[in-house]
């Protein structure tokens, strides 16, 4: 069974998506590339959720890491919550054999830290990123990791230079514990088709979790691209003069996967603007067209000094941390956020969504 | 000093550069954001082409690699050969505060895999490459190497997992020796503005090598751009339907790298197309239109295989080492472009170059 055809399916029930974006949606999904790989895919999502929404897959050897999450795990009422974190950007490939592509800008920091810190706070993590983008546990070492940090000593062992010897150690304990806990599923992609249709297979997944899912939409998604079947074959020729290029906007994938791939989620996007005037007011207007719960309002130049978390009812400004363990905007965003997703699951809980208020 | 002004006073000059691809070039400079850290770049530069030039800069605590690399250097004869290879793709901002862009495909394998067989013929490599792509000495690691890589033991020391114990030491005692020995140099580049003026800077310090410089241009430029003043300051709307946009072509720099900033160095430039039936042709016409001494042709999806080498007077097949301790192509691709440009030193020498055949 085909990609295309089980969104055809499906979505030909959709309620409160409307029809152009529909029509859209579709067109987009048939023209796309098939999904490499995408049983696989779908097996580890049905084993990581399964594993992680009943206690059973837990391993009986817990570290002092993994017994921690467990307890706030309790804290927090079994089954766990899962969060699809969605992480870097994606790419439009301007012909089919692909040399050329429209990239996003998008270095992953904010999704790779948002990672971590709800791993901290119980939560299970689909970690939803672009290939080579950064990575939990690994934002702290300088680039080239290897080359600056490894040495050999005199008789030919591996040690770590000194000076990332702290950072080294917390970041291999750190990926570990998540990883070997079973809290952490990477999953990459690289073009826009290939983001879409896996946060579909994720989505999709995480229905029967209900109120006790959460998307926290990251990535910087691309917001045009070429149709495969328009696209050309080969390598654009660069003989003849100036290129002229005409894209197609990439329809808002969010409202179908609010009114039907996962409609009982907590839902978080992100708007990054590099124009202040315009930040706040199209921050509002997402979050009211596309019905999410929150909406994280980021600018350009200060996006890792500060962000505006916006609510139906709030606007709160969070501000990086100054707790010197802390130095990141990331803590207080996702211990505001938890605590939000926990009042949205008691509400869900009593009938009273935030949706509905 | 402004990088613009010395681009121009020179240009006015250059000879054998059609006056068309001039003016392209003067528009392309001229409109391209200023580069940061030009300075820092050319003292970097200075030095170490300075050390390699003479015997002078040496250290007299050779590891045995370095003692190895000497003689071989010694057998070529001192100064030292200088080789710049430029990898990775370049990208293309299409917003002056920039979240989207073009980027080209290109992992950077080759030219890492290139500068470590360069530095071990006995040159010196100034690996000018794209930020993040892959680097000299780690292509045999795994991605995410430290989290693959390492582990920790139970008294919480760093280890390196068994299966990449002999790959990690490898690449650390490579990349160490290379950069100990002062034998490479990295400068990174992301935009084709950054790659284009540091190219220059990098050309222009290489003229006084003569022929014992050589250029290996394996990264993937872009052949299109979004000049700088008539770039979107903002990120580009998508409220209001398809994006239209054109593109400029970015001027052939190789009649000017080749004409004017280093005008006696042996020339290596690649041609990739996806498509095999224009693949040779253009080769061709490449070779003869920009001078080079050398054009690689190389096809996509079998780039990895094999490589056609040609030259004014040969076309040669390079395939895959089948030695499995070099089980790639760049091993006899620069066994054999190392001995062209041996010859093509000797030509110099006696007043015979290949140009002039």
């Known amino acids: 069974m085909s990609f295309q055809a089980t969104f055809q399916m499906d979505s030909s029930n959709g309620p409160g998506v409307p029809p152009e974006t529909l029509n859209d949606i579709i067109s987009f ?26 206690s059973s897959g837990m391993s009986p050897l817990l ?21 699809c974190v969605t992480s870097g950007g994606t790419t439009v490939p301007l012909e089919q054999r692909c040399v050329r592509y429209i990239d996003n800008f998008s270095s992953g920091l904010r999704g790779a830290a948002s990672t971590e810190y709800f791993v ?16 939990p546990y690994c934002r702290l070492l300088p680039d080239d990791s290897f080359l ?50 896996i946060l ?45 290029m005409r894209l197609t906007q990439v329809p808002k994938m969010l409202s179908v996967l609010r009114n039907e791939w996962s409609p ?3 839902c978080i996007s992100f708007k990054l603007e590099t124009d202040s005037n315009i930040l706040l007011k199209k921050a509002d207007m997402a979050l009211r067209k596309y019905k999410m719960n929150v909406v994280v309002a980021n600018e350009l130049l200060t996006r890792m000094e500060e962000v505006t978390v916006i609510t139906s009812n709030e606007r ?28 949205y ?13």
Chains 1, 2 share one sequence.
């Open 120 to 135: 901290k706070a119980g939560y299970a993590v689909i970690f939803l990123h672009r290939r080579g983008s950064c990575q």
């Open 200 to 244: 579909q297979l994720v989505a999709k997944s995480m229905k029967s979790l209900g109120s006790l899912g959460m998307f926290y939409l990251a990535a910087a998604v691309s917001d045009f691209y070429v149709p495969w079947e328009s696209m050309a074959e080969h390598k654009i020729q660069s003989a003849s003069g100036p290129m002229d």
């Open 264 to 266: 009982m989620a907590f």
């Open 316 to 343: 709160i400004t969070v501000r990086k941390d100054k707790n010197p363990a802390y130095d990141d905007v990331e803590k207080p965003l996702i211990d505001l956020l938890v605590e939000r997703h926990s009042a």
């Open 29 to 54: 999904f048939s023209s796309a590339p098939p999904l490499r790989d995408d049983l696989n895919i779908s097996r580890k999502l049905h084993e990581f959720i399964e594993r992680n929404f009943s």
């Open 345 to 357: 699951i008691k509400e869900s809980d009593t009938g009273v969504t935030s949706e509905s208020t």
């Open 148 to 197: 600056e940090c490894l040495e050999l000593t005199r008789d030919s062992n591996v040690q770590v230079h000194q000076t990332h010897c702290q950072a080294v150690k917390n970041a291999i304990r750190g990926y570990h514990d998540a990883v070997e806990g079973g809290f952490l599923l990477k999953l990459p992609f690289t073009t826009i088709f290939e983001y879409l249709q």
């Open 63 to 83: 570290s002092y890491f993994s017994f921690c999450i467990l307890i706030k795990s309790i804290c927090n009422g079994y089954p766990r919550r899962i969060v």
